[in-house]
């Protein structure tokens, strides 16, 4: 890791307090919690004071190339989760199709290749309107823990309520 990039990366780790990428992801999914559900309602991606705003910008001026193998899989996870909420943020606080479609299509990018979440290419197919992709995609593991959510999602996409 060049001097650089090592400067970054504990700048980054300073502002959470944190020694590691792991406990960045754990303590920066706290922190977004705080300000996504967690009562406050701030998350807000122009926001550039918010803690979780000033991690994902830290984040991205890092080339993954730099880290090690994990830890770049934890840079990932960390800006996935920025742009997985901010597709949110596009639909139903902004009504921004555009942004929401940027937003998806980096979240993908940044999602690993097992990674749990369906709810992530669920919205890319319903801020791209494709509907019956998103119904496919949801239909395909009816016993999954996001299958009430992502049925929920296209209910709501089917009654106008995006943008």
Excluded at 96 to 111: F, G, H, P, S
């Amino acid at each position: 890791m060049n001097t650089k990039t090592s400067a970054l990366v504990q700048e980054a780790f300073s502002i959470l307090g944190v020694q590691s990428f792991y406990d960045l992801s754990l303590a920066y999914t706290r922190e977004d919690q705080k300000v996504f559900v967690g009562g406050t309602n701030t998350w807000n991606p122009r926001n550039p004071d918010i803690l979780i705003n000033r991690i994902k910008s830290i984040l991205e001026t890092i080339d993954p190339s730099e880290l090690n193998e994990e830890d770049a899989m934890w840079r990932a996870e960390i800006l996935w989760f920025w742009y997985h909420h901010g597709i949110s943020w596009a639909i139903w606080k902004d009504k921004d199709k555009v942004i929401a479609q940027v937003y998806a299509e980096e979240a993908l990018v940044l999602q690993s290749e097992n990674h749990p979440n369906r709810i992530t290419k669920l919205l890319w197919f319903l801020v791209h309107d494709k509907l019956a992709e998103a119904r496919k995609w949801i239909e395909e593991k009816p016993d999954h823990p996001e299958h009430q959510t992502g049925l929920e999602l296209i209910r709501e996409f089917e009654e106008g309520l995006f943008f």
